[in-house]
DNA sequence: TAAATCTTGACTGGGTTAATCGGTTTTAAA
DNA sequence: TTTAAAACCGATTAACCCAGTCAAGATTTA
């Protein structure tokens, strides 16, 4: 049930962008704050700017900057973008469902789809806002809390 | 965030046994019921074996039976020993953990463990027996909803 | 004893992942 | 106008893991 490292930089180097918001941050930069190599920074940039969730600046003092605001990032979309579907198998995959003799006698494919809706409701209501912020749903005494603690920014200020 | 298929064929195999409780099923009547090779079940329920989850009886009208009552066989356990920790970062693994230099400031720790408790939570709580039955844990209006159907066997009876 | 069946270990082919490398283009600043 | 800093791009590689095959051996039952 892993995550590749792949998923795990792209959400590394958009938290590194989010976290300099406004600005560019170049690619070596980047790759010093997330220890990634630059030769691989740099596709998995390209990538996520095909995606639409970076833009860059190219020449010297130039750079990458998020596109989007970071509660426009939904996480949940950046890994399914990044490694494919997020479900454990692909008779249970909405997005990338894919048939199996054995299905309709299946006794299997009802746990599957149980752990694809898990994993789809944490991962999909977590944007990197919320990874900014560290705002997370969690679980407590056996139940699952969804967003317990959502901080109004206008009484802050 | 898949799983591999072998984890899948040993449920899969698990599942037969346990439809045929107290009988001894050949390999190859296992292979026929779950569309797995014979020669790589065999090394799957050899691993089953050694995992103490099903016992052999060997020769002529040999074959496999389920070591242990549906309801001790733990799915989460039965992946995690075919294939490894449940959690997608070795970073928030429990069982495997693994360090990781930026893990102090880490933003994405906290993601990983979440997703871990609720994967875990998920496939813990479901046994053998709840798969055979079709009793599973669901979502309902955002709501994760623990076994909400356990049947009574003595009052079935 | 013969047939059925599990046991064991070696091996292979393919696919994916995680990078690496070299060169090109663009841009800002000196 | 030169130069250096940076993004861009495509090809290639190295390693690993997964899925599955294969062959030979050991054990039991009929």
Same mark, same amino acid.
């Given at each position: 049930m892993k995550v590749s490292s792949r998923g795990e930089y792209a959400l590394r180097a958009l938290l590194v962008l989010g976290q300099h918001e406004g600005q560019v941050v170049s690619i070596s930069d980047i790759s010093e704050k997330t220890l990634i190599t630059v030769n691989?920074?740099?596709q998995? /940039? /390209?990538?996520l700017k095909?995606?639409?969730?970076v833009q860059s600046k190219r020449g010297s003092q130039g750079g990458y900057s /998020?596109?989007?605001n970071p509660e426009? !990032?939904?996480i949940g979309?950046? !890994?399914r973008n990044i490694e494919g579907p997020l479900s454990p198998m692909g008779c249970a995959s909405i997005t990338a469902y894919e048939p199996c003799p054995l299905e309709s006698k299946c006794l299997l494919k009802p746990l599957w789809t149980l752990v694809r809706d898990t994993i789809s409701h944490v991962l999909e209501q977590t944007t990197l806002h919320d990874l900014l912020h560290q705002n997370m749903g969690e679980w407590n005494g056996g139940k699952f809390l969804v967003k317990t603690h959502?901080?109004?920014?206008?009484?802050l200020m």
């Open positions: 691989y920074l740099e998995i /940039l /390209l990538q095909k995606l639409g969730y /998020l596109r989007l426009e !990032i939904n979309e950046v !890994i959502r901080p109004d920014h206008r009484r």
